[in-house]
């Protein structure tokens, strides 16, 4: 295990996930100007609730009770909005709105893996009506068939506030906003872990390029996503200090046996660990952008490497997306986090092939460039 390095700097842009489809209901204002607007909201063109100010001010996590365009006040979540997306959330509707990508020729919005709609190029928003109150929703937003290039693809986090027998729209939704505000604040820490493993015990050497080749079995991890395992490949590990937005790295490689046709270990190496990196690129009040790389050579192997990095954006309220990045589809990967001692799985692949291990040319990447989610 070795200490990585820990720097900042800057960068943006977002994440996504995929979807199945089925209907679901929604709306749309028929008056624009009352709808609400990312823009607007970079604009500070809606105002913020007295009593939320000072709460906001002590624990800034990008979500405040403000009063939008139609004189009516919803929980706005800002804290993707440097890669272009907002929500407004009221008890019984949520609002997305998104920075409209010139190259899109349509979005599509899906809720907790279902579409709720196929919109038309040049939309920026989109109205749920069909929300219950009390539940919590993960939302993505896809711009469709660009022409040419990346896009961001966004995801967020929304819980939609519940009123109590007696209490206000308003007070409802200011004791709902507190609420995420405070618990976000009170993790000091978030870790992102980024490992890969052999699912089985042994594994057959490649044909070529190896020093030990046809005949013989490299070990393996002899496990599944857990993880609590010991066994891995390679792990890299980043560990955000909310007060700070300090990003601590470390990372750590197993070692690399190999076993001829009878089952004797005739050899083990452990490869070098000066490709594992995680280091921060950029903060802001609640949110960090950090980078992983995932790079180890067999050592018993001339050619081939486990081989991956990543960039991605960290909000401290729960949501992630990952901007830019890619792996060699062997062995199993796994990304997820650790946060306040609850483990939430981001990222799972199968490998492909094991022949991908030696060379890029016998498979292809993985493009992990707008998977996004949440965390607990």
């Known amino acids: 295990m070795r200490k990585l390095r820990g720097v900042v700097i800057i960068s943006l842009l977002c994440g996504a996930l995929l979807a199945n489809t089925a209907p679901a209901s929604a709306e749309r204002p028929t008056d624009v100007a009352d709808r609400f607007s990312i823009e607007a909201l970079v604009e500070n063109k809606y105002s913020e609730l007295p009593a939320?100010?000072?709460?906001?001010?002590?624990?800034?996590?990008?979500?405040?009770?403000?009063?939008?365009?139609?004189?009516?006040?919803?929980?706005?979540?800002?804290?993707?909005?440097?890669?272009?997306?907002?929500?407004?959330?009221?008890?019984?509707?949520?609002?997305?709105?998104?920075?409209a990508q010139s190259n899109a020729q349509g979005y599509?919005?899906?809720?907790?893996?279902?579409?709720?709609?196929?919109?038309?190029?040049?939309?920026?928003?989109?109205?749920?009506?069909?929300?219950?109150?009390?539940?919590?929703?993960?939302?993505?937003?896809?711009?469709?068939?660009?022409?040419?290039g990346s896009h961001p693809v966004w995801g967020m986090k929304v819980t939609v506030p519940q009123a109590r027998t007696g209490e206000s729209d308003e007070d409802a939704l200011e004791r709902y906003a507190g609420i995420r505000i405070t618990a976000a604040a009170a993790e000091s820490q978030t870790t992102v872990t980024w490992d890969t493993f052999i699912p089985q015990a042994k594994i057959d050497a490649p044909p070529v390029g190896c020093e030990y080749g046809s005949g013989y079995k490299f070990g393996g991890d002899n496990r599944s996503y857990?993880?609590?395992?010991?066994?891995?490949?390679?792990?890299?590990?980043?560990?955000?200090?909310?007060?700070t937005k300090d990003i601590g790295g470390w990372g750590a490689i197993g070692a690399t046996t190999v076993y001829n046709a009878s089952g004797a270990l005739v050899a083990t190496r452990t490869a070098s660990d000066s490709g594992l990196e995680a280091y921060g690129l950029g903060s802001g009040s609640n949110y960090v952008d950090i980078r992983l790389v995932n790079h180890a050579s067999n050592p018993f192997c001339s050619v081939g490497a486990i081989d991956g990095a990543i960039t991605m954006k960290v909000t401290q309220s729960g949501n992630w997306s990952i901007i830019s990045g890619n792996h060699r589809q062997m062995p199993n990967h796994h990304i997820y986090f650790y946060n306040g001692g609850v483990v939430t799985d981001a990222y799972k692949r199968d490998y492909a092939d094991a022949l991908c291990l030696i060379g890029s040319a016998t498979c292809p990447l993985m493009n992990l460039t707008g998977y996004s989610g949440t965390y607990q």
């Open 52 to 99: 939320q100010s000072s709460l906001n001010q002590s624990l800034d996590q990008g979500v405040k009770v403000m009063l939008l365009g139609d004189d009516k006040a919803a929980v706005v979540d800002s804290s993707l909005a440097p890669v272009g997306l907002a929500a407004a959330t009221r008890t019984g509707t949520v609002e997305l709105s998104w920075v």
């Open 108 to 148: 599509t919005v899906v809720r907790d893996n279902v579409k709720l709609a196929d919109l038309a190029s040049g939309t920026d928003y989109y109205q749920d009506s069909d929300v219950i109150p009390g539940a919590t929703h993960q939302y993505i937003v896809t711009p469709t068939s660009l022409a040419t």
């Open 226 to 243: 857990d993880w609590t395992s010991s066994s891995f490949r390679t792990a890299v590990n980043a560990v955000i200090d909310w007060d």
